[in-house]
């Protein structure tokens, strides 16, 4: 799925969002964040999740 976002390294706006999953913070707290895919460079990176 394609995302209207721009990537961080190469400034590419062809990324992909993989998923958005819910990182661990040490034991009790998580972050839902959404992970994406530069499909010109392979960076992937995330940032929060926000509805
Ligand atoms: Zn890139």
């Given at each position: 799925m394609s995302v209207n976002a721009t990537c961080p390294?190469?400034?590419?706006?062809r990324v992909v969002e993989l998923g958005t999953p819910v990182i661990r913070i040490g034991k009790t707290r998580g972050l839902r964040v959404k992970v994406k895919e530069c499909v010109n460079c392979s960076l992937i990176y995330y940032e929060k999740y926000e509805t």
């Open positions: 390294r190469c400034g590419n706006n």
